[in-house]
């Protein structure tokens, strides 16, 4: 019985991945009681990649995944949930906050009608919101860290901005008037988990099912620099909202991903919040109060004297010969950042899993450690300068909060004998302390030889 309710289980997570649940699978009265799907789906998201690697292997021969790419892409992803730690999602608490006071009538939770009505209306707000979000230059401020990997694939799926969901929740009010917070809260998160597996150059062409809806040939040109790939193909789930409102394109050249000026860095901060520092660096230069608020409300190109929307004029030429950013870095390295990854990657998901037993302060704590051991890592990628004094600085905060038992064995305790969790964690205080250790004299050796330039 209890193999058969596991089984039932697998089967609803891996099917929410496509959207692929009956209405009855999502009929909950109360938003306490709606599945974290999204949380829940970290084991398709690494099953999907493992499967897409795979092929890739068969049909080309060639990973279809970097090491610094993909971490840097499952990194943006976990920032972009920091903040759910401490608050409830703003687009769900925008929408309680209307329907608990401004609601007009109240549709059925548990009715497939309403579950329809629905899934058009979540999508329709989806396209709403991404296109603003390449339409207006703040809100690309945010966006723009989902389009910055230079490689196409489901980890590029999870390159998402920690930032956006503080403006996104605005186009989704107008559902507020009628559709219960339960029904949304369902909604919002099966649309964002459809659009995983579009990302991938694997799956070619799906015939008529082209027509209807979004998928990765469609999602492939949205990601695309290429001219006539620019602002185009918004959809969620459905691409008929494009083909409705003349935002359509077809692939058809070979696509060059990433942004129109690439950031070439793997640096997780400069990811996240270097086009806000280059929005108030040009509105800086502006004399006019009009031209400086212009700057955040047009487009992302626009200038003094152009239309609303800017031009693609000043725009690098894509030649169809472009290679993706990848600095070469030793193995020994990329192996070291790797097993620090998975071990910052098991400790975000046991914050997760114990939020309700852990206090606020705890919470900011350790979303503060997450954050800094990313960013270390990614300067480590970029090989900077101060990259060494960062690690030294993160292996000795990853200490302490070892220390205070924040920190638990990589081995589950209750999968394995007391005595192998015990080495384990053994072994796992002595690498951090080789680590800090080796960072220090690092850090020594560098200071050192500035000094001997400056003699």
């Known amino acids: 019985m209890a193999g058969a309710l596991e089984l039932q289980s697998v089967s609803r997570g891996f099917r929410s991945m496509f959207f692929l649940l009956t209405p009855n699978e999502t009929y909950f009265e109360k938003v306490e009681d709606v599945p974290q799907y999204v949380q829940q789906a970290f084991p398709y998201f690494v099953g999907l990649m493992l499967l897409e690697l795979a092929v890739g292997l068969l049909k080309t021969g060639a990973t279809v995944i970097t090491v610094s790419d993909g971490i840097i892409s499952i990194s943006a992803g976990m920032i972009s949930r920091l903040p759910m730690l401490l608050m409830r999602g703003c687009e769900l608490t925008a929408y ?20 329809w009505f629905t899934f058009l209306g979540v999508d329709l707000g989806y396209y709403c919101v991404h296109r ?43 559902l507020a008037l009628v559709v219960p917070p339960s029904v949304f809260a369902v909604h919002i998160q099966l649309n964002l988990l459809y659009q995983f597996w579009i990302h991938t150059e694997m799956v070619t062409d799906l015939g008529p099912l082209e027509w209807v809806f979004n998928t990765p040939k469609h999602h492939r040109v949205h990601h695309g620099r290429n001219e006539y790939c620019l602002d185009k193909n918004y ?22 991903y990433g942004l129109v000026f690439p950031i ?33 409300l047009n487009g992302p190109s626009w200038r003094p ?14 030649t169809g010969k472009e290679v993706p950013h990848d600095p070469s870095w ?22 997760f899993d114990n939020k309700p037993m852990l206090s606020q302060l705890t919470l900011l704590g350790m979303s503060g450690y997450i954050l800094l051991t990313l960013t270390s890592l990614g300067y480590l990628i970029d090989q900077r300068p101060t990259a060494a004094v960062l690690e030294m600085l993160r292996c000795v905060v990853m200490m302490t909060v070892q ?13 394995v004998p007391t005595e192998l969790v015990v080495s384990t964690l053994k072994l796992q205080k002595a690498f951090v302390s080789l680590s ?8 020594v050796s560098q200071l050192l030889t500035i000094k001997r330039k400056g003699d």
């Open 305 to 318: 004297g152009k239309p609303r929307l800017g031009d693609h004029d000043d725009n690098p030429k894509v």
């Open 330 to 351: 030793t193995l020994p390295l990329q192996v070291y950042v790797v097993i620090h990854f998975l071990l910052v990657l098991k400790t975000y998901h046991e914050v």
């Open 96 to 115: 309680m906050y209307v329907w608990d006071h401004f609601r007009l009538l109240e549709l059925p939770w548990d009715s497939a009608w309403t579950f």
């Open 132 to 174: 603003a979000a390449h339409e207006v230059a703040v809100l690309w401020a945010a966006h723009q860290v989902h389009h910055s990997s230079e490689y196409y694939n489901l980890s590029t799926a999870l390159r998402q901005s920690a930032t956006q969901q503080f403006a996104s929740w605005i186009f989704y009010l107008p």
């Open 403 to 415: 220390r205070y038992g924040y920190i638990t064995p990589f081995l589950p305790s209750l999968a």
């Open 264 to 296: 070439n860095t793997f640096e997780n901060l400069s990811v996240q919040l270097h086009y806000y520092y280059h929005l108030c660096r040009r509105s800086w230069r502006y004399k006019k109060v009009s031209n400086k608020l212009l700057t955040f």
């Open 235 to 256: 959809g969620g789930i459905l691409i008929i909202w494009d083909r409705l409102f003349g935002t359509f394109a077809p692939e058809s050249d070979k696509v060059i």
């Open 436 to 443: 800090l250790l080796y960072w220090a004299l690092q850090s």
